[in-house]
């Protein structure tokens, strides 16, 4: 079992920047990410990193978002830079643990323009 506790969310202007934060209950997970979900849509990726540090990123956050994580910590973090309108959305932690997805509570982001 693994509980994911986020942080970092709010509201935020066009072109400003957040820091989400994601601590994990155990250490050696091998796959952490952000998904993200807006009103009406469907969830999709947002962002993923291995315990070895190989990162994934969806075409539209290429550029703007990094990925990290800390795994003394077992902490994910998305700094999330020169925010749209369009990246408003439910952000949700991911974790991927002996075969079993994980997933914390959320947290709102919302960017205003």
């Known amino acids: 079992q693994v509980q994911l506790m986020e942080s970092g969310g709010g509201l935020v202007q066009a072109g400003g920047s957040l820091r989400l934060s994601c601590a994990a209950s155990?250490?050696?997970?091998?796959?952490m990410g952000w998904y993200r979900q807006a009103p009406g849509k469907q969830r999709e990726l947002v962002a993923a990193?291995?315990?070895?540090?190989?990162?994934n990123y969806a075409d539209s956050v290429k550029g703007r978002f990094t990925i990290s994580r800390d795994n003394a910590k077992s902490t994910v973090y998305l700094q999330m830079n020169s925010l749209k309108p369009e990246d408003t959305a439910v952000y949700y932690c991911?974790?991927?643990?002996?075969?079993?997805?994980?997933w914390g509570q959320g947290t709102q982001v919302t960017v205003s323009s």
């Open positions: 155990r250490s050696s997970i091998n796959l």
């Open positions: 990193i291995t315990s070895g540090g190989s990162t």
């Open positions: 991911n974790a991927v643990f002996r075969m079993q997805s994980y």
